[in-house]
């Protein structure tokens, strides 16, 4: 399976609480909800294709607290983001739940790039990670992305969970599209390509 990350961001960064005041409020967060005034026509059919091209999920655990309760209550198979939800595998790193309620949840435990690894090599198609900051730092850190998908929104949030630590392993990143949206939103994929390159002194 090609494993592909789909993030959204503010300019500065910031994934915390994008789709509402209350989705996430940890560390007194108080800016939610900054994405869904931005998500456009564009930014719909992008979710949907990228949602609906899927065969299977990979969540960290509070993205997988947010999205179960919401996506998995909806009940219209015809929706192109919570039937494929719904239909398809999921996998969920956590070391806490044993015993997911959302159909279709596998938990993943102990050696964690051992069991991503199988699953890359085992299945066909794409394991999509929506959200899910801790985990996508995690699996760049471990070589586990295949592909790197951004839509960075035209706003400063000024606080919050970025998905980059201000200290952390350096990444090249090959640019293999870029589109912008009518609103302003920015959606970029990306394809890891080893370490930077620096420039040294002549």
């Known amino acids: 399976m090609k494993l592909t990350t789909t993030t959204y961001l503010s300019v500065d960064g910031v994934m915390q609480g994008l789709g509402g005041p209350d989705e996430d409020r940890r560390g007194g967060f108080e800016r939610g909800g900054w994405a869904l005034p931005l998500v456009d026509v ?48 999921k996998y969920l790193v956590s070391t806490t739940i044993t015993e997911p309620q959302w159909v279709g949840t596998t938990v993943l435990r102990g050696d ?54 201000d200290s952390g392993p350096d990444l090249a990143l090959e640019l ?18 080893g370490r930077p390159e620096y420039a040294t002194s002549s």
């Open 112 to 165: 964690l790039a051992t069991a991503i690894g199988d699953l890359k090599t085992q299945q066909d198609g794409t394991l999509l990670v929506p959200g899910s900051g801790v985990v996508v730092r995690w699996l760049l850190a471990n070589d586990l992305v295949d592909q790197l998908d951004l839509v960075i929104c035209p706003v400063v949030v000024g606080q919050g969970t970025r998905l980059f630590p």
């Open 42 to 89: 564009e930014a719909s059919d992008y979710l949907n294709q990228v949602y609906g091209g899927a065969d299977a999920f990979l969540f960290g655990r509070r993205t997988y607290d947010i999205f179960a309760p919401y996506w998995g209550a909806v009940t219209d198979p015809g929706n192109p983001i919570a039937g494929p939800l719904n239909s398809r595998p």
């Open 176 to 193: 293999v599209s870029s589109r912008t949206t009518s609103r302003g939103s920015t959606i970029q994929t990306y394809l890891p390509a």
